[in-house]
């Protein structure tokens, strides 16, 4: 049976404003997942804070949450066969450019640790908690 999964791909405030999105949004086209919902957003700060909760209390939660709310990002909900959460982390490549493997999008787009250009789900109940933080179901492509 083929079954679909869904994950969450956010392109960074760093990434949009050198003119990557357009780049990276080749290369998830290129690697087979489906973009199925797709929307430009600027966040507030306190939305930042909200999508990133589950890092609160670390060291770099507010750089991070001034970093997301800097400017626009481009956020995508994106589907493939089986494995749409691990392939497309796969694709994004370490949270550390230093150790981004040749081929990923943080290897070619990343500035540092911090300003690392793209998010992805890490596992299916968050990547359902992601998904409807930024979607409604009805924003979805069938
Ligand atoms: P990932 O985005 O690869 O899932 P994490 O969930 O660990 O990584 O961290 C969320 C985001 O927080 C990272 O993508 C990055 O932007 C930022 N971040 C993580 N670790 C650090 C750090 N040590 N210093 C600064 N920013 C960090
Ligand atoms: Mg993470």
Redesign the pocket.
């Known amino acids: 049976m083929r079954t679909l999964q869904r994950t969450l791909a956010i392109i960074k405030p760093d990434a949009v404003s050198k003119r990557a999105a357009g780049h990276i949004v080749s290369m998830i086209l290129e690697n087979g997942f489906n973009i199925i919902g797709v929307k430009m957003l600027h966040l507030t700060k306190e939305q930042a804070e909200g999508f990133?909760a589950v890092?609160a209390g670390k060291p770099?939660f507010h750089?991070?949450a001034n970093f997301m709310s800097s400017g626009p990002c481009v956020v995508l909900a994106l589907e493939k066969e089986g494995d749409a959460i691990p392939a497309w982390r796969k694709l994004m490549g370490a949270?550390n450019p230093a150790n981004a493997e040749e081929g990923t999008v943080r290897k070619r787009f990343a500035e540092s640790?911090?300003r690392?250009a793209v998010?992805g789900s890490?596992a299916e109940d968050t990547a359902r908690w992601e998904l409807s933080y930024f979607f409604a179901g009805y924003e979805l492509a069938k």
């Open positions: 990133y890092h770099f750089s991070l949270t640790i911090e690392n998010h890490d």
